[in-house]
Structure formats: structure tokens, C-alpha cells
């Protein structure tokens, strides 16, 4: 677990000029082995979505570099940008964005159709069994429950077997029922399969579930957990949210 799928040197980005100027991310350095589930935790307005959004090429820095795969993104012109990460990088959501219309077979073959290939239905079905679902693959979203809806996502993510998968809140709008099946997916997917996760949440509950926590605040890096339970995320969030608000003081 050595390798790195994605690596951040020195990244910062700032939203607005002048006085309305917001800095986001501050000069983050920051690694995510191969095969590891990591989750990124802070304050609101700490810089989180920014981060994901930038390492998986989604937004560009303002400085720095993110490297993914081994590539450089900085070189890339936005074509080659949008290329890398239809054929590397999966992203999740916390809404599901299935097409209502659409069968969960179908709505995971789609990337594939976007890429100019006909989806083969042993590889749809072999994702779909990848997240629970071989069985619901002829239903349609709306006989399925969140969680299954959420999964449907998933497979929709990772049909193209990409490098990394990013997950935005991922169970930020499912039950607790929902947010645990969908949670113990994502850990199997890293035991199982060697899957890399880069999961951006909230909740110290979801966060156990990864292999380690990193923190930030004010776009910075606030240090890390390796092998996080609730309590001890739950413990340094509580820290950290303490400093934030005695630091506006």
C-alpha cells in the first residue's frame, strides 16, 4: 500500500479577489495509497469538497500540483482533463442522480455508452454483484430503497474500473439502516477488491469505517487518525471545532 493513486503537492486555491477573497486550500500536501479508504473530516468551510473536487480533477488549483495515476493534471488541456477522469476516476454523491426512467443495469452501463462502448451485460451485472445488487439489476429506481439507490451509484462509478473513487457525503441523505449497508459496501470494495476511497463526510460513524481520517481547518491540514473509531473522530472533531470558534473570537 505503499504506491500512491493520487498525490496533492502544495495545492491551494482561492475563490473571489480582493477583499471578498475565500482561500480554501492552503499549500495541502497530501497522499492516498493504493487499496486504502481514506475519509476527510473538518469544520464547516474547512476546505473539504474543495480538496476532492481538486484531486479528482473537478476544479483546478491555483497553485501546486495533483497527480493522479502517475499524471501530472497540470499538463493536461481540459479535454485530456475530462478524458482521464471518464477513464480513471469515479465520483459519488450524496444525491444519487439515476435516470428515474432507466433500469440500474442501464443506469450503470452508462458511462460506458458515454465512452463510445456498448455496455456488455456480464460486465454491468458483475459490478451490480459487486455492490449487493445482481438481483435488482431489472428495477428501476424507484423500487429501490436509498441505500439500494445509493449503491446503483456505486456501480455506476466504478463500471469503468477507475484508479480511485471519490464519495461526496455519500450517506448524508440515507437512513441509518442505508448508511450502514452502503458503508460496509465501500469497505468491502477496499478489502475485497483493492479499491482506493477518498470519502469526504461528517459523521464519526461513517468515518470508523475508513482506514485512516484526515483532518482539516482553514484549508489546512490538521493532522490525521489511523485506524479511527467514532469515539476518537468524534473526540478530535469536537477539538478541532473548539479551536475554530476560539480562533474567530
Given at each position: 500500500?505503499d504506491?500512491?493513486?493520487i498525490?496533492?503537492?502544495?495545492?491551494?486555491?482561492?475563490?473571489?479577489?480582493?477583499?471578498?477573497a475565500?482561500?480554501?486550500?492552503?499549500?495541502v500536501?497530501?497522499?492516498?495509497?493504493?487499496?486504502?479508504?481514506t475519509?476527510?473530516?473538518?469544520?464547516s468551510?474547512?476546505?473539504?469538497?474543495?480538496?476532492?473536487?481538486?484531486?479528482?480533477g473537478?476544479?483546478r488549483p491555483?497553485?501546486?500540483?495533483?497527480?493522479v495515476?502517475?499524471?501530472?493534471?497540470?499538463?493536461?488541456?481540459?479535454?485530456?482533463?475530462?478524458?482521464?477522469r471518464?477513464?480513471r476516476?469515479?465520483?459519488?454523491?450524496q444525491s444519487?442522480?439515476l435516470?428515474p426512467?432507466?433500469?440500474?443495469?442501464?443506469n450503470?452501463?452508462?458511462?460506458l455508452?458515454?465512452?463510445?462502448?456498448r455496455?456488455?451485460?456480464?460486465?454491468?451485472?458483475?459490478?451490480?454483484?459487486?455492490v449487493?445488487?445482481a438481483?435488482?439489476a431489472?428495477?428501476r429506481?424507484?423500487r429501490?430503497?436509498?441505500?439500494?439507490?445509493?449503491?446503483v451509484?456505486?456501480?455506476?462509478?466504478?463500471?469503468?474500473r477507475?484508479?480511485?473513487?471519490?464519495?461526496?457525503?455519500?450517506t448524508g441523505?440515507?437512513?441509518?439502516?442505508?448508511?450502514?449497508?452502503?458503508?460496509?459496501?465501500?469497505?468491502?470494495?477496499?478489502?475485497?477488491?483493492g479499491q482506493?476511497?477518498?470519502m469526504?463526510?461528517h459523521?464519526?460513524?461513517?468515518a470508523a469505517?475508513?482506514?485512516?481520517?484526515?483532518f482539516?481547518?482553514?484549508?489546512r491540514?490538521?493532522?490525521?487518525?489511523a485506524?479511527?473509531?467514532?469515539?476518537s473522530?468524534?473526540?478530535?472533531?469536537?477539538?478541532?471545532?473548539?479551536?475554530s470558534?476560539?480562533?474567530?473570537?
Amino acid at each position: 500500500m505503499d504506491e500512491q493513486t493520487i498525490r496533492l503537492v502544495s495545492v491551494s486555491r482561492t475563490f473571489g479577489s480582493g477583499d471578498g477573497a475565500v482561500r480554501a486550500l492552503a499549500g495541502v500536501s497530501l497522499g492516498f495509497a493504493a487499496g486504502s479508504f481514506t475519509a476527510i473530516m473538518g469544520p464547516s468551510g474547512s476546505g473539504k469538497s474543495t480538496l476532492l473536487q481538486c484531486a479528482a480533477g473537478l476544479d483546478r488549483p491555483d497553485e501546486g500540483q495533483v497527480i493522479v495515476a502517475g499524471v501530472d493534471l497540470a499538463g493536461l488541456s481540459e479535454t485530456k482533463v475530462t478524458l482521464l477522469r471518464r477513464d480513471r476516476i469515479g465520483f459519488v454523491f450524496q444525491s444519487f442522480n439515476l435516470l428515474p426512467s432507466l433500469t440500474a443495469e442501464q443506469n450503470v452501463g452508462l458511462p460506458l455508452h458515454l465512452a463510445g462502448r456498448r455496455p456488455k451485460r456480464a460486465e454491468v451485472g458483475a459490478v451490480l454483484a459487486d455492490v449487493g445488487l445482481a438481483e435488482r439489476a431489472r428495477h428501476r429506481p424507484s423500487r429501490l430503497s436509498g441505500g439500494q439507490q445509493q449503491r446503483v451509484a456505486i456501480a455506476r462509478a466504478l463500471v469503468t474500473r477507475p484508479d480511485v473513487l471519490f464519495a461526496d457525503e455519500p450517506t448524508g441523505a440515507l437512513d441509518t439502516g442505508g448508511s450502514r449497508d452502503v458503508l460496509a459496501m465501500l469497505r468491502d470494495l477496499v478489502d475485497r477488491r483493492g479499491q482506493t476511497i477518498v470519502m469526504v463526510t461528517h459523521d464519526p460513524v461513517a468515518a470508523a469505517y475508513a482506514d485512516r481520517v484526515v483532518f482539516l481547518t482553514d484549508g489546512r491540514l490538521a493532522g490525521d487518525l489511523a485506524r479511527p473509531t467514532a469515539e476518537s473522530v468524534a473526540a478530535r472533531m469536537a477539538s478541532l471545532e473548539s479551536e475554530s470558534e476560539s480562533a474567530a473570537c
